[in-house]
């Protein structure tokens, strides 16, 4: 053939050589993925891969690798490429057979969309993962399918590859709607013929690097899971905790590792998490170790298992010192029974525990231990929690308390997880010793004790989590004091019963109290009472408003006022009381045994309390001597507080009347003796009122009658009536124009009557005397204003004379025995110097143009002294004998003292009314008196100057005693 016609037809069987190998190329991924899915997939696993058929795309095939893009498997798995590298032997080798072998498998873009439901159930292509062999239904309705499937190997094991790598690949989870990424890389090596394989992977939640290493059986599955991570930081999670726990914020950086060895249990390791949030301490967590173990082969769900832990963390923060706490904690879930939880916590050794609530608070517990334990299972726990301290001290600025030896125990049982389950609560307490003091004010209780039981429940709309409880407080030794005044009782005791009401929005609190051995004493007195007592109940309504209704009651109380000698024993209360105020409250009583003051004053109280609003009271009663006859003061008392809880009061006393005499006298003041007796009848009554901080008072006195009789002083008092009005009696003050009437009085050789006197008192240390009147020798006397005391204890009083009859004067200042008529005026100086009375200067005078007569009798006393043959006992003489029968035109006196002396100088105008038994006698030139054969003279017109010196001692002992009763 020739050449030509051979290379014509050698380049036809060339052409379609080369067109044949590009078909086969073009061709070949087309057929691959036939065979692939056909051989591989479909007759080897007819019902797909986990119930879903893979889709893929061949892009490559070539002698040692093939690349395939786009695989799918369901809606959930997905990958952009995965590149096969193999050996393939053809059938020309020295064997005779084709044979094929994986060696490594890379696929890039693997994404796995995962979805978290509402029961925090994982699913994948609606696979359940923790995987379980039934069917769930999807929230859609849909049944979805059990995972994993499990392969038969066998068929497998030639595509099995030597190495797996799975690089920028992501897993995609849902959960509420909202999307995480966690990027993923795995490197796996593979051994089938000794049936093993080893995985590494790193994954990045939320930008944190997780390592993770898995070594399996091929048959058998995973024998090894180590997971760990190193310096995480776990901010990342706190938008995920706050949906939970608003206020919750994770820190690290966080240190996390977890294995696993088949047959063994699961071992975990934590440390470096920080927990904070609000206002809570800041929790730092140092290590956590701890296993859970399962029993292989369990279907259907965990059954059982066990968690066993233990770590340490500490609490710290601006408020608190570090705190360390050590614990453990157990979780046992037998077969398909509950859940049951165990936990052990106690705080490490330290020397003090410092808590800051603010920088003005502070409080600090030395040799802190506190305890808690809880066991049980998720619906029934039951929780135990101690505290003990050597002391605890809290500062702040109302002062500083200490305890001492503090223990507090509290025990909690129900489902304590779920509020709406009801609980009981029990807690005890003791205290050795608490001191608080503040500025001047300091207390302290040597012991206290505090129990209860509580059934908690939350409700809604209730006020309280409590269904009923009960609370008892106990103290004793209990003392306060303040500056110099100091209280104390030897014990107190409170029992409270706490029970809603039936609509849950009202707490009621029923009480009964009692404190015993109680004193209050300060330097001035002293208060005892061996009981006093509370019973009722409190009610608060949502806002915490109170409500109560309490019986108050005093038994035995004594009252001691050492400085002034009072006592009021035998004192007691009963006080019921209602808040808002019923009117149907009811009375209370107070009746006091004895008052006294060492023998003065002896009396008794009664009365009546009644409450008159939310913050006022009234007290009603008598007071009755016992040692004054009749003297009973009734007494009637408001007082409370105002609308801007300002105290105020009011208080009006008043006594019918009563005889008062110097045998009361000498009871109530002693030291005062009376030379005498009198008797006064009185009445009085008071009034007191404190408004705005301000105290007003008032008071009357009433004098219905009275006498006075003083032999000693020849003093004799009668017919004594007036009123005494004061407009204030803290420091005694009166109206103006006070009035004490006295029908007569008796000094000695004077006598008065129908005296009046006007004055008012002021300020408590004066005695404002308006006008003195009397009535004196038939005349009448008055004085000017004079103030008491002055100066020195010395006063001036002038006495105005309006027509005094001259004969009762001169009777009563012991000048003469005289008679007859004729009035004199005219004023008398008084002065009064520390017991001394003198006059300074008297002068009186007849009426101009009205004369009178007088008579004399005893004359005697003017010619005392003087020898019978002068010129001046003579004239002496002539002016007695004249005195005897005088009709005078006009008269005077002076009245001056000297010493114990009273000198009288009287001057008389007038003319004998008889014929005088005297003569004129030139050679001396005067009258001498002749005798009865003497015809005498009769005189037409004389003046007569009488100088007479009178014993003024019997004044002076007046003015002595009544010094000594002023004083």
Not at 346 to 365: A, G
Not at 521 to 548: C, W
Not at 693 to 718: F, Q, Y
């Amino acid at each position: 053939m020739p050449f030509k016609t051979v290379a014509k037809y050698l380049s036809i069987i060339c052409l379609c050589l080369i067109i044949g190998a590009q078909a086969v190329i073009i061709g070949l991924p087309l057929i691959a993925e036939s065979i692939i899915f056909d051989v591989l997939i479909k007759e080897r696993f007819p019902e797909g891969l986990g119930g879903f058929t893979p889709e893929f795309s061949v892009e490559k095939i070539g002698l040692a690798n093939t690349i395939i893009r786009d695989i799918k498997v369901g809606k959930d798995v997905h990958a952009d490429l995965a590149e096969l590298s193999y050996t393939l032997a053809l059938p020309g080798n020295r064997a005779g057979k084709s044979s094929f072998r994986l060696n490594k498998v890379t696929v890039r873009g693997l994404t796995l969309s995962a979805e978290v439901d509402a029961a925090n159930h994982l699913y994948l292509n609606g696979l359940s993962i923790p995987f379980n062999d039934k069917k769930s239904p999807d929230p859609n309705g849909q049944a979805k399918t059990a995972f994993p499937v499990r392969f038969d190997l066998n068929p497998l094991l030639p595509f099995i590859p030597g190495q797996v790598s799975i690089k920028n690949s992501r897993l995609n989870i849902t959960y509420k709607n909202r999307k995480i990424l966690i990027p993923l890389e795995i490197m796996a090596r593979i051994d089938p013929g000794q049936g093993r394989a080893t995985a590494r992977g790193r994954f990045r939640p939320f930008g944190q690097a997780i390592s993770a290493i898995v070594t399996g059986d091929l048959e058998t599955g995973i024998t090894d899971v180590e997971i760990s991570g190193t310096q995480l930081s776990p901010d990342c999670l706190t938008g995920l905790i706050r949906e939970k726990i608003p206020d919750m914020i994770l820190s690290g950086p966080m240190d996390l590792n977890l294995a696993y060895t088949r047959g063994t249990p699961l071992q975990f390791r934590m440390s470096g998490l920080g927990i904070s949030g609000g206002n809570l301490p800041q929790v730092k967590v140092h290590n956590i170790n701890g296993q859970v173990a399962m029993p292989p082969g369990q279907a259907g769900g965990i059954t059982q298992f066990t968690v066993a832990s233990d770590g340490r963390l500490s609490l710290s923060g601006r408020q608190i010192s570090e705190t360390g706490i050590k614990f453990d904690l157990n979780a046992v879930r037998p077969a398909r029974n509950p859940v049951t939880i165990s936990l052990r916590a106690e705080t490490l050794p330290m020397d003090r525990l410092e808590i800051k609530n603010d920088p003005k608070q502070r409080i600090v517990l030395s040799n802190p231990g506190l305890n808690l334990s809880l066991k049980g299972t998720l619906d029934d726990q039951e929780s135990r929690i101690r505290l003990s301290g050597q002391s605890f001290v809290h500062r702040s600025d109302s002062g500083t308390a200490t305890f001492r030896d503090v223990f507090l125990t509290a025990q909690a049982k129900g489902n304590l997880l779920a509020p709406e389950k009801e609980k009981t609560v029990r807690f005890e307490s003791h205290l050795k010793g608490i001191d608080f003091s503040h500025g001047q004010t300091a207390s302290k209780l040597k012991k206290v004790n505090v129990s209860g039981t509580f059934q908690v429940k939350k409700r809604a709309g209730q006020l309280l989590p409590v269904t009923s409880g009960q609370l008892r407080v106990s103290a004793k030794g209990i003392g306060a004091a303040l500056s110099e005044n100091r209280i104390s009782s030897a014990g107190i005791t409170v029992n409270a019963k706490v029970k809603p009401d039936r609509s849950g929005k009202k707490l009621r609190i029923n009480l009964d109290s009692a404190a015993t051995g109680i004193i209050a004493a300060s330097d001035t007195h002293r208060i005892t009472a061996p009981e006093a007592t509370a019973s009722g109940h409190f009610i608060f309504d949502k806002s915490f408003t109170p409500s109560l209704k309490l019986d108050t009651r005093l038994t035995g109380a004594k009252v001691d006022i050492p400085a002034h000698q009072v006592t009021a024993s035998g004192i007691r209360v009963r006080l019921p009381v209602t808040y808002p105020f019923r009117p149907d409250t009811g009375s209370g009583i107070l009746t006091i045994g004895q008052i006294s003051d060492g023998g003065r004053v002896d009396a008794g109280l009664s009365a009546v309390f009644n409450q008159t609003g939310n913050h006022a009271f009234s007290l009603k009663g008598a007071v009755k001597s016992r040692n004054i006859e009749g003297l009973i003061l009734d007494f009637d008392l408001n007082a409370g507080l105002d609308s801007s809880l300002t105290p105020e009061a009011t208080v009006f006393v008043k006594t019918d009347s009563f005889e008062y005499t110097e045998t009361t006298l000498s009871t109530v003041i002693p030291e005062m003796e009376i030379p005498g007796r009198f008797s006064i009848n009185a009445s009085a009554e008071t009034r007191a009122a404190l408004k705005k901080h301000v105290l007003e008072t008032a008071g009357l006195i009433r004098i219905h009658g009275g006498s006075l009789n003083m032999p000693d002083m020849d003093l004799k008092v009668d017919g004594i009536t007036g009123n005494i009005a004061f407009s204030d009696l803290l420091n005694p003050e009166s109206l103006p124009g006070q009035m004490i009437s006295v029908k007569s009085i008796k000094a000695g050789q004077f006598r008065f009557s129908d005296a009046g006197l006007r004055f008012s008192v002021e300020h408590g240390k004066s005695l404002n005397i308006e006008n003195l009147k009397f009535k004196w020798c038939n005349g009448l006397v008055s004085t000017e204003s004079i103030r008491l005391p002055d100066r020195d204890n010395r006063f001036f009083l002038t006495l105005y004379c309006d027509r005094l009859e001259m004969d009762s004067l001169l009777r009563q200042i012991g000048a003469f025995d005289a008679e007859g008529g004729g009035t004199l005026s005219g004023r008398i100086p008084v002065v009064y110097n520390n017991g001394d009375i003198s006059f300074d200067n008297g002068f009186l005078f007849s009426t101009p143009g009205r004369g009178g007569r007088i008579f004399v009798n005893d004359l005697d006393r003017m010619l005392e002294g003087f020898p019978r043959d002068t010129p001046e006992f003579s004239q002496l003489d002539l002016a007695g004998e004249a005195l005897k029968d005088f009709r005078y035109q006009w008269a005077k006196l002076r009245l001056n003292t000297s010493g114990d002396t009273l000198d009288v100088k009287m001057e008389l105008d007038g003319k004998p009314t008889k014929i005088l038994p005297f003569e004129y006698r030139k050679d001396i030139n005067s009258f001498m008196r002749v005798d009865a054969k003497s015809p005498g003279s009769r005189f037409q017109g004389v003046k007569l100057d009488v100088n007479l010196k009178l014993p003024f001692n019997r004044v002076m002992k007046f003015g002595n005693n009544l010094k000594s009763i002023l004083d």
